[in-house]
């Protein structure tokens, strides 16, 4: 990747509050830098810019983490693997603090969205923008 990137998430809850509509969220992160593949893809992350309207940021704690696949676990589960028993790769520290790339029912989350569904999420689209 060359070039300067910001890295936005849209994230939807998965239920529906009271009103019958589903809540988004917005986070927008001031820049994105993946080191090559013989690091393993290492993940760097700006902060959250004042567009972002998520409440927290749990992508913070995926600073500094290699990217993991089914085949190659660099998470910090030591006795299994994040992307094998949530089924998509991802930065991983624990599994429980962001998954967003998972192909497993109901498995999509964002740790911290308000909310009786909690962090769970219906989608969610990732993609980077130029600076």
Known sequence: M????????????RRKPRNGTR???????????VLPERYNYQLF?????????????PLK??????????DNDNDLW???????SYGGGFW???CGIVRV??????????????GWSGGY???CRMWLVCK
Request: overall charge neutral; proline content about 3%.
């Open 2 to 13: 060359s070039g300067e990137y910001k890295l936005v998430f849209e994230l939807e809850q």
């Open 23 to 33: 809540k988004w969220y917005y986070a927008e992160y001031s820049f994105i830098r």
């Open 45 to 57: 992350v700006g902060w959250l810019t004042k567009n972002s309207t998520t409440p927290n940021d």
């Open 61 to 70: 704690h995926m600073n500094g983490m290699q990217f993991s696949t089914y």
């Open 78 to 84: 030591l006795n299994n693997s994040c992307a094998l």
């Open 92 to 94: 991983y520290t624990a």
């Open 101 to 114: 790339n998972s192909n497993r029912h109901h498995s999509l989350f964002w740790e911290g969205l308000p």
């Open 121 to 123: 999420l219906k989608s």
